[in-house]
């Protein structure tokens, strides 16, 4: 077992609301990673945040000078840590306890370098009750690559360089995809890891850029790979 990972959440704590939004993804990492050591990194899209006293405790907070850009604020959390597994996540999930612990056990035992947690409400559109017991290797977005958490070594990431920073929100999680599959890395879902996911409680902060972060990253996603 890998002694620390690193986790790194963006988040835009516009007001007290999305600040405890955040606080529980934060707080419910720490039980989540059980005896593993872990490295929290808050990168805030709002520069007015810790004048408005939202801040975070027992992490450290990065506040880019650029707009918000998923990839470009993702990949300033990650230059700022050195764990063997980094955890890209959202600010708007619940994780159950030793989930991120047992998510990167099952990486090891399975030889993966990418991989994300189930998310009960969600999968059991693919899977009904009968929830898989082994990892389930794919590359379909919201499915097997769900945008929301995923794991994935660190040598993998610098190696690959899947972030690419042309996305700015929507299709990260479709390039990311099949830049992983072009290169041959294995990622899978995994089913013993879970986490709950309050989907897209943040759109709403994306205001006069809204259709350019998302329905405009589609022809990004079809000038550099053909499809969506």
Not at 112 to 117: C, D, G, H, I, N
Not at 153 to 166: G, S
């Amino acid at each position: 077992m890998p002694a620390s990972v690193d986790a790194i959440i963006l988040t835009n704590t516009a007001d007290i609301e999305f600040h405890d939004l955040t606080k529980t993804t934060l707080d419910t990492l720490r039980v989540a990673c059980g005896d593993m050591r872990l490295n929290l990194f808050v990168v805030e899209s709002n520069k007015e945040a810790r004048a408005l006293g939202l801040v975070y405790e027992g992490c450290e907070t990065l506040v880019p000078e650029d707009v918000f850009n998923y990839n470009r604020f993702m990949l300033a959390g990650l230059l700022a840590g050195e764990a063997e597994y980094a955890l890209m996540c959202n600010n708007d999930l619940i994780f159950e306890p030793e989930s991120v612990s047992t998510l990167i056990a099952q990486m090891v035992s399975h030889r993966l370098e990418s991989a994300s947690p189930y998310e009960p409400n969600w999968h059991m559109r693919y899977y009904g009750e009968r929830t898989p017991e082994d990892p389930i290797d794919g590359y379909e977005i919201e499915h097997h690559v769900c945008g929301w958490c995923i794991c994935a070594r660190r040598d993998m990431l610098e190696r690959v360089r899947p972030l690419d920073e042309r996305f700015s929100f929507w299709c990260q999680d479709s390039n990311y995809s099949k830049t992983l599959q072009r290169e041959g890395v294995r990622h899978a879902l995994v089913p013993a890891a879970r986490v709950r996911h309050e989907f897209s409680r943040s759109h709403g902060l994306l205001g006069e850029r809204h259709n350019e972060m998302t329905h405009g990253q589609k022809a990004i996603m079809l000038e550099k790979w053909g499809e969506l």
